[in-house]
């Protein structure tokens, strides 16, 4: 019925595989070149507040769209889109816990959800790997290292945590280019945080990542950190929320928006 | 007859200054605002190649403006500008060696001189300023450290060298910046060329440097590498050129140039 999907595949067939149930695992590597967004979903009573969040910690909740209450179409990301079910997994948030998984939340829709779009690190991966740069998590098949940091996050609107980062090693001249290559994307994390040294922001143990995979880090290589998508999903449980749905990591909302009309020059 | 120069002087006045005799120290710091500039003078027979060297290594050898030759102005540097005169200190070099230092050239001045004007650190060190960053060696009243690296330079018209760099100390988010800022820059030395490990690019001890003042890095500090204005001025001597004139180290031409008309956005 569908046909195989890969890098190639158009936007449209990823959300219509994932809508179908034909698609259940991660988006990494489908339909390059268009942007892929996390999305946070929560009544328009705990909306607002986190409206405010995101535009207090645009680092890691890099806003790219927000729907109308109750919407499950959302034009400014795709012009064929189900919110409640063309993301391939959801998370499931009651009471500042993860209570379940989902491959849609149809039957948990209601009329007074927002959908939040984050932008997510994909895109200047991509940005990147065009550059000639070596993405080593790609290389190696691999999910980025991710860590939770001791950096405390802006609260605003009743929302508050620390800050989540992912890590690409890279030697000293590819790390420049990729902080200049990522500062053209702030909708998706833009540039780094912080380089070097990891205990600086509370990183005890480089080698081992709180979320992702392990990947290595050379003599002559320098660990590179960005603000991280998983962020907002840590600050849901850690503020307690009443009830969320965000995508399961990796899983994530394949848009029409092409990569490069993100970049800012 | 002068009045004091210092940040506030017009670039018109450091210059007569200097010509006049009144100004024979360096120029840090004088007409703040307003582009330095490095100077190589050479013959004519060699100055086709020294083009083509500094078309092949930019990042040392950012080239703003070449004079035509014999002539000793030079309308995209200054309106009112004697180029023998104007410097407060020159170097003269004979068969590859630094024969003397002199308050004026006019005296060796020849029809066949061609000038090169190199864009200077000062200029990006006064934007990053602006940007709130400090800049150690400046706070501390030091000439920046510089050093001598393994690093080859493209080898171009008979020209060829290592690498001289800068070295500025930043906490890690600030080399970020840095990065971001003098990536702006290109026509004075752009991003930086390494950071971290100094002995990756060949530098032995970080608190000995090659040419001006030890200036500290802290623990949680990570050294920014820049290339280096002082690359062609020991690319002379390496090269073992005939006959040359270049500004003594910190002794800059004052342009009429605004910093900010260098910046690409």
């Known amino acids: 019925m569908f046909e195989t999907l890969n890098a190639h595949s158009d936007p449209e067939s990823v959300r219509k595989a994932a809508r179908e149930g034909f698609l259940n695992g991660p988006t990494a590597g489908l339909a390059s070149g268009f942007v892929q967004v996390n999305l946070v979903i929560l009544p328009e009573a705990d909306a607002a507040g986190f409206l405010r969040f995101c535009q207090a910690n645009p680092k890691p909740c890099p806003l790219l769209a927000v729907s109308e209450p109750g919407s499950r179409i959302c034009k400014a990301l795709a012009a064929d889109l189900d919110i409640a079910r063309d993301v391939p997994g959801y998370r499931i948030y009651r009471n500042g816990v993860v209570s379940e998984s989902a491959a849609d939340v149809a039957g948990e829709w209601r ?13 200047f991966e991509h ?18 290292p991710m860590y939770q940091t001791s950096v405390p996050l802006t609260s605003a609107g009743g929302f508050s945590g620390k ?12 790390a420049i280019r990729a902080i200049q290559i990522t500062t053209r994307y702030p909708q998706v994390h833009g540039a780094p945080v912080h380089l070097g040294d990891p205990s600086l922001i509370g990183i005890s ?7 992702g995979d392990f990947v290595s880090v050379g003599d002559d290589e320098i660990p590179v950190f960005w603000a991280c ?16 749905i965000t995508h399961r990591p990796g899983h994530m ?6 990569d490069n009309s993100l970049a800012l020059f």
Chains 1, 2 share one sequence.
């Not at 940005?127 to 980025?144: F, K, P, S, T, W």
Request: proline letters at 6%; charged letters at 20%.
């Open 163 to 174: 800050l989540v980062v992912s890590m690409r090693p890279f030697a000293a001249a590819d």
């Open 205 to 211: 143990d480089l080698n081992a990542p709180d979320y």
């Open 127 to 144: 940005a990147l790997m065009q550059a000639g740069l070596r993405v080593r998590h790609i290389e190696q098949g691999r999910n980025v």
């Open 253 to 258: 909302l394949v848009t029409d928006i092409p």
């Open 229 to 244: 998508g998983v962020t907002p999903q840590q600050v849901l449980v850690d503020s307690g929320v009443e009830f969320a």
């Open 111 to 123: 009329d007074d959800l927002v959908t939040f779009a984050l932008g997510c690190s994909f895109t």
